[in-house]
């Protein structure tokens, strides 16, 4: 259901040399870890859409076409699910940096 | 290098930095972070303005990017800081906020979709920098200040030219838009770079009667212009000069055949100007046309329409230039002829520069067109012999 | 320094204009009465005119406008070009601005890194061996992607004849300076310049009216002198061929738009075009033959003789 995006993740860190990779590490688990945690707050609309806006940003950057996916997203949950799997493989390949 | 960056995410904050650092360009980068507009504001009062390169995200968490650009655009100081506006949002809207920064004189680097590339925004950053340095050897003594628009205007340094109106369904012309350029020893003169000379000079009125006065004599002398109308634009602060006013009657009534449009520019001021309003009531009484000017470009147009007796609205050059490939513009301008037709007034289109736009503005109704397509403004000194041309060619064209 | 030049210019402008208004009322017998009331009859610009000026003009007092003195002209079927391209002085006045000079043999660049080079200049045509290539690195420089398109196979040189190639070489390849310009009609130019018509299209004068506007795709030096230089190149084209009506610019090089501007050439149009997946400006200014011609600085870079522009392929008919 959800793509593997390890290849993309790897592809990204591998641009910087490895004392740069560390913090961008931390920030990115941070900013996902922020993300999935303001959705429990949205109460409407304009909520839900900054948080989008804030996640194709992100996935912008690690290079990943989610814009139409993202833009498609009309229920907490689905927001959710796609942040939690995008953390879940940016943690998964920590030990690699 | 001094280069703030200003976004509410963290990551992108750090991925900025990260691209810096493996940038080619060799610079001693200090960057300086700010999560939101109030502490970017702040950081540019820190710093004192000495920023080299301001990257500023366009939408954030409770605020947004443009209370950064006005912020900017308020202080004189920190007015030419070079400024790269970024974001996920569409293109036409990071279009439209670069359109804002220019037409309010910031230093724009540019607008870069997220993820930026670095090393283009720095070399983008190191051109505008060398546009300052790049000193020419042609160069012109004086600078804007150095005009002086009160002997310029004493003198009558003005010239006149006139942009054909065309009748979009026989193809004849109507009349003719008056525009005008000054003059000094070293060239033309354009509007934007004289009318606020004139204005800041308080002589709006000196101009605009020294424009009416030539423009009489010039089609008061050819006969070949007598059927065509004449159009010359005021303004708001023309129309409270009763002094301008009755200027202006006096010479419509020393030349009753001369056919007289005054086109309303500002038209939002006149409105809502119980003076100017006086004003335009006495014009029409004496047979002086009268056309709203910029039509659509501000919406209480619509709401105070019936305070005007109008004969014409006019349609700004920058709703038609591309209503073959501009949706919206296509439908503005498409109600706004509509409009005209449930009001009895004539529709002239300006701006219009392809024949693809001219085709769609005659299937939509338009009535009168002006623009590149027939002709840019044309001196006075060759505005007959275009006029012969025109219509020589138009019998030609109607005999085969 | 810049002042005073200027104000020495401003005496050779005067000198060749008086010997003008002198040359004029002895051809057509004319007193300075008369002539002041020619003036007054052909034109409303001299309906001030009094007797006075005119014999202050003559007399090298003062002088009317580079826009004043071309209505003069062309009362009297005379141009300004004309007039001030036939004087020497203020010929050798505006080679100054190139930093060609009578006294110095060749041109010299004034550049950090090509200090004591000399430079030439060299227009070259279509069919020439160089033209794809030199071509191309002038499209390279410019990165207009309403120009050909980075990497496309250039069509041949027959379909490309129209355009106007003339780089400037430093020593034996090395490229300092291009400009790139062409005759097209007006109504394709603004097809073009509105994405209606590709480069193709505009290039295919054939199919159009006549030529009445030389649009500038590029023009580039590494140093002001042969900035100047290669302006001075299509000016000197505008001048010399009475069918143009119009002089454009269509480009995306900022310098380029920033010396125009500085030049007071009102600009037309900023238009956003797309070039890899990044926004850039396309500007585009447009002036007519006399707005050109009473521009003091184009007029001079027009007068340049360009006695270093000579076609790579001789015997070939224009």
Not at chain 3, 17 to 45: T, V, Y
Not at chain 3, 57 to 62: A, K, M, P, Q, V
Not at chain 3, 88 to 100: C, N, R, T
Request: hydrophobic share 40%; aromatic share 8%.
């Amino acid at each position: 259901m959800f793509i593997d995006i390890s290849e993309n993740l790897r592809h990204f860190f591998c641009h910087y040399s490895e004392e740069r990779r560390l913090p961008l590490y931390q920030a990115l688990v941070g900013e996902l870890v922020n993300i999935r945690s303001k959705i429990k707050l949205v109460e409407d609309n304009d909520q839900l859409n900054a948080l989008k806006h804030q996640l194709k940003g992100v996935c912008r950057y690690l290079s990943l076409e989610f814009d139409v996916q993202i833009d498609a997203i009309t229920r907490l949950q689905q927001l959710y699910r796609l942040v939690d799997h995008i953390h879940g493989q940016v943690v998964a390949i920590a030990d690699e940096l | 290098m001094n280069i703030l960056i200003v976004d509410d995410q963290q990551f992108v904050r750090e991925a900025i930095k990260a691209d810096l650092i493996e940038s080619t360009f060799e610079h001693d980068f200090q960057t300086f972070e700010a999560e939101d507009a109030n502490q970017g504001i702040e950081a540019i009062v820190a710093i004192e303005g000495n920023i080299d390169l301001l990257i500023l995200d366009l939408k954030m968490d409770h605020c947004d990017g443009m209370e950064v650009i006005n912020f900017l655009s308020e202080h004189a100081s920190y007015v030419d800081i070079p400024l790269a506006v970024i974001s996920s949002s569409d293109k036409r809207t990071l279009e439209l906020v670069g359109s804002i920064a220019r037409s309010l004189k910031l230093n724009l680097v540019g607008v870069f979709e997220k993820p930026i590339n670095m090393d283009f925004i720095l070399a983008e950053t190191g051109r505008l920098q060398s546009q300052d340095d790049h000193k020419m050897v042609v160069k012109s003594p004086e600078s804007i200040s150095d005009y002086d628009i009160n002997q310029l205007l004493a003198d009558e340094q003005v010239l006149l030219c006139f942009q054909p109106q065309v009748d979009m369904k026989n193809k004849n012309i109507i009349g003719f838009e008056v525009l005008a350029r000054m003059y000094d020893e070293n060239g033309y003169i354009y509007p934007d770079t004289f009318l606020p000379l004139i204005d800041k000079a308080g002589l709006n009125v000196d101009f605009t009667k020294v424009i009416v006065a030539k423009a009489f004599r010039f089609w008061a002398n050819e006969k070949t212009l007598a059927s065509y109308t004449l159009s010359i634009n005021v303004t708001a602060e023309d129309l409270s000069s009763d002094n301008l006013v009755d200027y202006i009657i006096r010479h419509k009534q020393a030349h009753a055949d001369i056919k007289l449009i005054l086109e309303l520019t500002e038209s939002q001021e006149i409105i809502n100007q119980a003076s100017a309003l006086n004003s335009i009531a006495r014009l029409i009484i004496n047979g002086i046309g009268i056309s709203l000017d910029d039509f659509g470009k501000s919406y209480s147009t619509y709401e105070r329409l019936d305070t005007i007796p109008f004969n014409e609205i006019k349609i700004d050059r920058s709703f038609v230039c591309d209503i073959d490939t501009n949706e919206q513009h296509h439908l503005i301008v498409e109600s706004t002829i509509a409009l005209a037709k449930k009001m009895s007034v004539s529709v002239v289109a300006e701006g219009i520069e392809t024949e693809s736009v001219l085709n769609i503005l005659a299937e939509l109704g338009c009535d009168i067109a002006q623009g590149y397509v027939y002709s840019p403004p044309i001196e006075g000194r060759y505005l007959i012999a275009w006029v012969n041309r025109y219509v020589h060619k138009d019998i030609a064209a109607n005999v085969h | 320094m810049g002042h005073k030049k200027y104000s020495y210019q401003k005496t050779v402008i005067m000198r060749v204009f008086s010997s003008f208004l002198r040359k004029i009322r002895s051809e057509h017998n004319l007193s300075q009465e008369g002539l002041r009331a020619l003036l007054n009859e052909r034109s409303h610009s001299f309906d001030s005119l009094d007797t006075i000026s005119i014999s202050r003009w003559e007399r090298g007092i003062n002088t009317p406008s580079l826009t004043k003195q071309s209505e003069i002209a062309e009362i009297f079927d005379d141009d300004l070009f004309n007039i001030y391209s036939s004087d020497a002085d203020f010929v050798e006045e505006s080679a100054y601005f190139v930093q060609l000079s009578s006294c110095v043999k060749r041109d010299k660049t004034v550049h950090p890194y090509y200090k004591n080079e000399q430079y030439h200049t060299k227009s070259i045509l279509s069919d020439h061996a160089d033209f794809e290539s030199m071509l191309k690195l002038c499209l390279m420089y410019e990165a207009n992607p309403r120009l050909f398109p980075a990497g496309q196979v250039i069509a041949s040189s027959t379909l490309l004849k129209p355009l106007n190639l003339v780089s400037a070489f430093c020593g034996l390849k090395q490229l300092v300076g291009h400009c790139l310009f062409c005759k097209v009609n007006t109504k394709a130019l603004f097809e073009f310049m509105n994405s209606s018509i590709g480069i193709m299209e505009l290039l295919n004068v054939m199919n159009q009216e006549r030529a009445n506007v030389l649009v500038v795709l590029s023009s580039f030096g590494v140093s002001p002198q042969i900035d100047n230089h290669m302006m001075s190149v299509y000016l000197n084209q505008l001048a010399t061929d009475k069918a143009i009506e119009y002089l454009s610019f269509s480009t995306c090089d900022s310098k380029l738009k920033q010396k125009l501007m500085q030049m007071k050439i009102p600009m037309f149009k900023v238009k956003p075009i797309e070039y890899q997946s990044k926004i850039i400006q396309n500007y585009s200014f447009i002036m007519s033959r006399s707005e050109v011609m009473a521009n003091r600085n184009m007029l001079m870079l027009s007068v340049i003789p360009t006695r270093e522009i000579e076609p790579t392929n001789v015997g070939i008919a224009e």
